[in-house]
């Protein structure tokens, strides 16, 4: 199996235009020269899956096509390995050279015969482990191969042909990800966070977490470190130091105490260009910005990275100011497009707000308009919510983002219903960008809804996206403090300032359902040559429905993320009705189910042994917000991998 894995296909250096430096709408930014011979070159194969999400690339594609439309429906288990617990493991299998590699038995890393399911070696962990992928790093004479990734906010590194920690990395194999922000963070905690990182060379570039949802959080910078000696390469502050770029953004005091503004889920990198791309999240506090006026960069920012030096290429920040926790949960999706007759090497980025927004990777432009709106301002006291946004005109969005009496869940019980009705009359209800309010508000995607991590897949050479999207309503009701219990500290505030929370609320009904009616999660494929939708459909089904001949309806809050493969073939699995399906490319439907004896949640990894395709899935635990839904109780947690059968 060829290893090398690239981040475009059939792109060409013609198509890159702009490598220079140039002025973007207000919305984004683009001043600095592309890394030094940045250019897309070759066709490339994408049949490894030694990284996260399948590759650097994160495009969840594999060039595999054994397993086809026209056979697809024979598919069968092949092994399976169980994991020891009954709980929910979400892990993105890493297969190199004939050997998967597995998180199980109380968060072990698990290498396995990747054509029988026979256990290698294990390597055991006290504290917690990355649990939704790894990455491994190949020494280009093959005779190095590590497994690096965090344990107990700890960068390690794992010799992946033994198990044993490569004792030369770092402090005995670990670098503690808190050394580099100084003293002045020595008392914080661990920064564990579930986000894998990204390889580029030898460098393993990791973004810190921000350590805590309230006011106090540290500094969410992005690191890159030596992958041989674990060494500090360099530093991005995504919260701009005094001087920086940016730092214009936030109050005149704004030091390295504010927060947040983390890439907590995913990352991409061209590994072509050198360029690495960075969704980031919400400045603290989520809701209440009043301690932080201001655009706040770099929030809610796409941002492209020198990956050799972390230098800022430009950048995109799709909310100012943002008062939703609508942080960019998803990779970054690399493929090539031919828009008005030009081929582009485009980046696309989904959001929890139901856009997709796309750029030429290089310059930053978007190749369609994204126009600065007004939308409903704040009439909370001491906050000053940015009056306009960043709004695609192309795609359109792929999930709804209001929410009716009409559309009220005819599923839930009729006090329940008048409830929501109450709530939908009595709370500031309009529309999408609707700030938190005391009067309380609603929010659809919702801070849960939209995409989220794993939850896009691209064809890269095609130009053809697919997002699963869940909607899941919440209400954000802010309040002051209640003089019960201590008010929360904030750094940098005045004395005077009120630390206005928001206890938020995700409309769950009595019954376990949402407060909003199906379908509650959808497959969504888009044509980005053109920036249109070719066909949406309901992803998956609830149990306790089905049982009532209630079809259509999209799983609740699934996490189950989708694999693209050259067989034309969508694989995805779905939590509340325990289903891993293979859905056709051209309209989305069904041409293979399986029953999985738990919930799944994850991404599938889809790789070949000796001329053998497989696909691998995690299966565990009742999945997310099944709580009060009478669903059967969840078999064993294992991994099953499938196959078509042997001839």
Known sequence: MNLKRCTAAAAHAACLLGLGAFALKPAGVAAQESPAGAEARGDFDFESWDQYLGGSDSSQYSSLDQIDRGNVAGLEVAWTYPTGESGNYRFNPLVVDGVMYVLAHNNSLVALDAARGDEIWRHEHEGPVSNR????????????????????????????????TVTSFGDNGRVDLRTPL???????????????????????????????????????????????????????????????????????????????????????????????????GTARYDFYGGNRHGANLFGNSLLALDARTGQRLWHFQTIHHDLWDYDLPTAPKLLTVVHDGETIAAVAQSSKQGYIYVFNRVTGEPLWPIEERPVPQSDTPGEQSWPTQPIPTAPPPFARQSFTEEDINPYIPEEDRERVREQLRTYRNEGLFTPPSPQGTIMLPGHNGGSNWGSVAVNPGNGKLYVVSKELPTTANLAPPDGERPPP??????????????????????????????????????????????????????????????TGTGSQAPRGGPVVTAGGLIFVAT????????????????????????????????????GRQYVAIAVGGNGLFAQNMDLPEPGPGQYMVFALPRN
């Open 489 to 550: 500290v904030v750094p940098n505030a005045d004395p005077d300032f009120v630390p206005y929370q928001a206890p938020y609320d995700f409309m769950l009904q009595s019954n376990g359902m949402s407060a909003l009616g199906p379908p509650w999660s959808q497959l969504t494929a888009y044509d980005l040559n053109e920036g249109t939708i070719e066909w949406q459909v309901p992803n998956g089904n609830v149990m306790t429905l089905e049982a009532q001949g209630i």
């Open 182 to 280: 100084g003293d002045d963070y020595s008392d914080i905690r661990p920064l564990q966070t579930a986000n894998p990182g990204r390889i580029f060379e030898n460098l393993i570039i990791m973004s810190l977490p921000a350590a805590g949802a309230g006011y106090t959080a540290n500094p969410a910078d992005i690191h890159a470190y030596d992958i041989l000696s674990g060494e500090l390469a360099w530093v991005f502050h995504n919260v701009p130091r005094p001087g920086e770029f940016g730092s214009d953004t936030w109050p005149d005091d704004a030091d390295a105490r504010y927060g947040g503004v983390h890439n907590w889920s995913e990352s991409t990198v061209d590994a072509e260009l050198g360029i690495l791309y960075v969704p980031t």
């Open 133 to 164: 992928g790894m990455n491994i790093w190949t020494s280009e004479d093959g005779s190095d191969r590590r497994i690096l990734y965090l344990n107990a906010g700890h960068l390690t590194s794992v010799d992946a042909g033994t198990g044993e």
């Open 575 to 610: 939590s509340s009705d325990r289903k891993f399906r293979a859905r056709s490319v051209k309209d989305g439907s069904v041409l293979w189910e399986f029953e999985t004896p738990a919930a799944s949640e994850g991404v599938p990894a889809v790789f070949a042994v000796n």
